[in-house]
């Protein structure tokens, strides 16, 4: 089997309730999804309708009420607390809107925290090779502050790959940026799953943003509702304007 064929993470019937009783709140309802190794997959969806549960319960940040989730063969909802963490440590990697990168750190040094977390040794070849890859070798050194905002998201994007992780994960990742810099974030996503065969699985609200994966996933009160594979940044804002303008 090669690297790209298969799913990376699989979800069946995943529901997630908050509260109990007449208060509980549904943000996600039998939800099955697969996510096909080296495919770049957007999830997007009105407010509320379930898009960060969705994130957090395919990352094993958070726990399904029912059904399960499982990254390349490893059932999530079956984990205890300490090899959860271990796993996302070692095979996931994150991208948020914040940056949330330590401000008395270099690059290198916040690119290096994931493995240093872990407690494995960190060659410098491999926080080198991670800051080359998204194009800021020549500011190793330099520190949050004395980097732009699109920088500063290829700096937490390194940071997400020096693990070389079997899937990504990406929170609103261009939501901070302008048009121009947010461009080029995207691009570099696209280049790595295109080049690389990486697995991204990205939250946003953007449709252009959206138009850059191989296919847009689409929410409704913690619902798949409809996906589009190979959409311009106009038909994926439409569906949106759709579903946005749809009776509750």
């Known amino acids: 089997m090669s690297q790209r064929d298969g799913d990376a993470i699989t979800l069946r019937r995943v529901s997630r309730r908050y509260g109990s009783g007449g208060g509980a709140v549904s943000a996600l309802d039998e939800v ?21 549960t969705l994130l957090q ?36 990697g994150f991208v948020f809107q ?6 008395a750190l270099t690059a290198e040094q916040n690119v290096a925290l994931p493995l ?3 407690g494995r040794r960190v060659p410098r070849a491999r926080i080198r090779e991670a800051l080359h890859q998204v194009g800021l070798g020549d500011r190793a050194r330099h ?44 691009t570099l996503l696209r280049g790595m799953v295109d080049r690389e065969g990486q697995t991204v699985v990205m939250v ?14 689409f929410l409704v009160d913690g619902r798949v509702h409809g996906e ?10 439409a569906r949106m304007a759709g579903l946005e303008a749809a009776p509750c």
């Open 32 to 52: 099955s999804l697969a996510f096909p190794r080296g495919s770049f997959t957007a999830v997007m969806g009105p407010s509320g309708s379930g898009k960060s």
């Open 57 to 92: 319960c395919a990352a094993g940040l958070d726990r399904p009420t029912s059904g399960s989730v499982t990254l390349g063969g490893t059932e999530l909802t079956g984990l205890g607390e300490r090899r959860l963490t271990l796993l996302r440590r070692e095979r996931v």
């Open 98 to 103: 914040a940056f949330n990168l330590l401000p």
């Open 116 to 118: 240093r977390l872990a």
């Open 143 to 186: 520190r949050p502050a004395e980097l732009s905002g699109g920088q500063q998201q290829r700096v937490a994007l390194a940071r997400a790959l020096v693990t070389r992780p079997e899937v990504l994960f990406a929170d609103e990742p261009t939501g901070a940026l302008d048009s121009r810099t947010g461009h080029e974030v995207l």
């Open 204 to 217: 946003t609200h953007d449709p252009v943003a959206a138009s850059r994966a191989d296919r847009v996933v």
């Open 228 to 237: 589009l594979t190979g959409a311009g940044a106009d038909t994926v804002a």
